[in-house]
């Protein structure tokens, strides 16, 4: 089960809409590379080929999420539950270090030094669905568990 936010699926459905599309131009793209004549020296055929792949392969994975998701509504969770799209201040017990994560559906390519993004099948992520504010909650990591705090709930 994946949990994602309404904007999350929304997101999904526009890049499946346009995965169709390109395939549509991938194959006209075979075609064209067909007609040059012997396959095995056609690089223009291999190259379609390998992105038609690469495509096919996108829509499988976008139709698999979309069809395993549980989209969330957060206007129904009470303010001091962490959930998906939550970002979530944490105070690490052992050392006091306070850092920020954000439990995402799915971890995306945005890399920012001050906020980690957790999904909710990470150790962390488990630990902090439908955790509170002022809960220590544990996490089990390769190097031994660890336990945070809850300070604070961002949105």
Do not use: W
């Not at 994946?2 to 793209?29: H, M, P, V």
């Not at 004549?37 to 979309?66: F, K, P, T, V």
Request: aromatic letters at 4%; one cysteine or more.
């Amino acid at each position: 089960m994946d949990y994602i936010r309404a904007e999350e699926k929304e997101r999904l459905e526009a890049e499946l809409r346009g995965c169709f599309q390109k395939r549509r131009a991938l194959s006209k793209r075979l075609e064209s590379a067909r007609e040059l004549g012997d396959l095995r020296e056609n690089a223009e055929y291999h190259a379609a080929r390998e992105d038609q792949g690469m495509n096919e392969a996108r829509i499988r994975d976008i139709e698999h999420r979309l069809a395993n998701a549980v989209v969330t509504d957060n206007q129904a969770l009470p303010d001091d539950m962490v959930f998906i799209g939550a970002t979530v201040k944490l105070r690490d017990v052992q050392s006091g270090e306070d850092h920020f994560y954000r439990l995402v559906g799915e971890a995306g390519a945005a890399l920012d030094d001050d906020l980690v993004e957790v999904t909710p099948s990470s150790p962390l992520g488990e630990a902090l669905m439908k955790a509170r504010v002022g809960e220590v909650v544990r996490v089990d990591l390769r190097r031994g568990p660890k336990r945070f705090e809850i300070i604070e709930i961002l949105g």
